[in-house]
């Protein structure tokens, strides 16, 4: 059985809001007034860190979504080719292609 590009697309926009669901949680734990890092074991730069961590995650995955919506996901905003569905499905809110992402890197 072949998996079509609509339903590809519903699977990996399922797959973002999954993942905005947790960043979410994630980041309301985190920030929670009740939460001190020190009693669970994480120095104050840590949990800054992780804090940053998850608002980018989640910043990443809603910016996906919104590509979603107005039709430019899956196109790399570097070069404007289509990002191979393969990518995608392991790294859903890839905004680059892999060559444009290597470069960037250097």
Known sequence: ???NADDRLD?????LR??????????S??????TDPARNGVDPDTAR???ESARQARADTAAALERMADGGYGRCEQCGLDIPAERLEI????RFCVPCQQARHG
């Open 1 to 3: 059985m072949t998996i």
């Open 11 to 15: 699977t990996l926009r399922q797959a």
């Open 18 to 27: 999954d993942q905005l669901e947790r960043h979410t949680d994630d980041l």
């Open 29 to 34: 734990e985190l920030t929670s007034h009740g």
């Open 49 to 51: 860190a992780l804090i």
């Open 91 to 94: 790294f859903p809110h890839a």
